[in-house]
Structure formats: structure tokens, C-alpha cells
């Protein structure tokens, strides 16, 4: 079954800092990862994804993630923290196995990104 | 577009009392879910369907029913509500492979329910 690690449960950058929330995955056929955003007593709201193609993907808000195979890692970055970027990150991932894509999305449990002016 | 949405947004239960959590979703999405959210647990699925009329089980699917009978709709029964379902249950939906997913998932804002 696939599983999805996030090791850090929080992370304090400084505004205008680079910021890394790390993730790392397993799964038995080909991933599809996913990073989402939650923001205080809201829903998740998609940032971006990987599956295919290019192993740096761009998302919203400035967001993007680099997909690493090698690692089974799918870390999110961004160049320049934003105090509005502090949130709830989830790491997700589908596991892909032959052409059935009705595999469910599995979370990891989170990280809470804290950017400090 | 409405998108996900779920009903209600908040909801008070005492130790065995059933109720039924409310999602629709109006993209024509084939794939809908449910998950719920701890504090440090992150999202575990509960249930998950894959269009109407069929559904499987997720992570942690005991003390709750899930039926689809329609593509639009994705019902989440508690039978016999428990202190440890206190939670915030989130409804999520896609498309599929056979819709030419992006399999990007649209989430609802979640239903806070605490069982007494």
C-alpha cells in the first residue's frame, strides 16, 4: 500500500528566507504527488502535482516541488517565504499500478509552516 | 459551480446517536471520498467511491456507511456516533482515468463534529 512520510511536523522561516517542506513516499507502481494548502478552518486547496514529465513542477503562489525518483522524495520549496504563506502543508500521494488510476489519494499528517516577519 | 459542499458545517451528537454527513459535488466528478482530520493524524480516508454504485473502504472505515447512487452525491452515515469519531470530516471528489482526470481533488469546507 502506498504511504507518504512528512518528517517535520513544523517549520519556522523567515520572511524572505527559501523555505523546504520535505516529503517522501512509497509506493509499488508509478506515483502521482500532490501538495496541498489548508489554511485556518478552511478545506484543502491544491498547489500542485506531479505525473509526469518534468521533475521540477511549478504551482500556485509561488510554489514548487522537485520530484526525485532516486529518494522517493517530492519536497516543496519556494524561493522567497511570505508571512501569508503560513499554513497547514499536506503531502499526498497516488499510487499508480499498471493503468488503473482508481487507487485512492493517501495524506501525510501534515506540516505546520510558521514565516515570521 | 458550486463545487464540494457539505452539510452541515457543524454538528453536536451525544454517545450513540446516528446522523448522516451531507456531500454533493455538481463537476461530474466519478471519484469521491471521505476523510477524516486529527490534530497530528494528517487525512485518513474513510471511505472512497469510484462512481455510482460502487464504493471501498479506506484506512479507518469502522463505525461508518457510505452508499452512491448517484454521481453527484456521497452520504457519510454514522450509525452509532462515539467520542472518538469527534473529528473534522472533509468530503473530497475527482475525476477519473475514464474522465480524463488530472486527478487533481476538489476538497468541501468540512464538517466539525463532536460526539459527547
Known amino acids: 500500500a502506498q504511504s507518504v512520510a512528512q518528517p517535520e511536523d513544523q517549520v519556522n522561516v523567515a520572511e524572505g528566507n527559501p523555505l523546504t517542506v520535505k516529503c517522501t513516499y512509497s509506493?509499488?507502481?508509478?506515483?502521482?504527488l500532490f501538495w496541498y494548502v489548508q489554511y485556518p478552518n478552511r478545506g484543502l486547496q491544491f498547489l500542485l502535482k506531479?505525473?509526469?514529465?518534468?521533475?521540477l513542477v511549478k504551482g500556485s503562489y509561488g510554489f514548487e516541488a522537485e520530484f526525485n525518483k532516486s529518494q522517493t522524495s517530492f519536497h516543496l520549496k519556494k524561493p522567497s517565504a511570505l508571512v501569508s504563506d503560513s499554513a497547514l502543508y499536506f503531502c499526498?500521494?497516488?499510487?499508480?499500478?499498471?493503468?488503473?488510476?482508481?487507487?485512492?489519494?493517501?495524506f501525510g499528517k501534515g506540516t505546520r509552516l510558521s514565516v515570521i516577519a | 459551480n458550486a463545487g464540494v459542499t457539505q452539510t452541515p458545517k457543524f454538528q453536536v451528537l451525544k454517545t450513540g446517536q446516528s446522523m448522516t454527513l451531507q456531500c454533493a459535488q455538481d463537476?461530474?466528478?466519478?471519484?469521491m471520498s471521505w476523510y477524516r482530520q486529527d490534530p497530528g493524524m494528517g487525512l485518513r480516508l474513510i471511505h472512497y467511491?469510484?462512481?455510482?454504485?460502487?464504493?471501498d473502504q479506506g484506512e479507518v472505515p469502522n463505525g461508518y456507511n457510505v452508499s452512491r447512487s448517484t454521481t453527484e452525491d456521497f452520504p457519510l452515515r454514522l450509525l452509532s456516533a462515539a467520542p472518538s469519531q469527534t473529528s473534522v470530516y472533509f468530503c473530497?471528489?475527482?475525476?477519473?482515468?475514464?474522465?480524463?482526470?488530472?486527478?487533481?481533488?476538489?476538497f468541501g469546507p468540512g464538517t466539525r463534529l463532536t460526539v459527547l
Open positions: 473530497a471528489s475527482s475525476r477519473t482515468p475514464r474522465q480524463g482526470s488530472t486527478d487533481t481533488q476538489y
Open positions: 509506493v509499488s507502481g508509478n506515483p502521482y
Open positions: 506531479y505525473i509526469t514529465g518534468d521533475n
Open positions: 499526498a500521494v497516488r499510487d499508480i499500478v499498471g493503468n488503473s488510476g482508481n487507487t485512492p489519494l493517501v
Open positions: 463537476m461530474n466528478h466519478e471519484y
Open positions: 467511491s469510484v462512481g455510482a454504485g460502487i464504493t
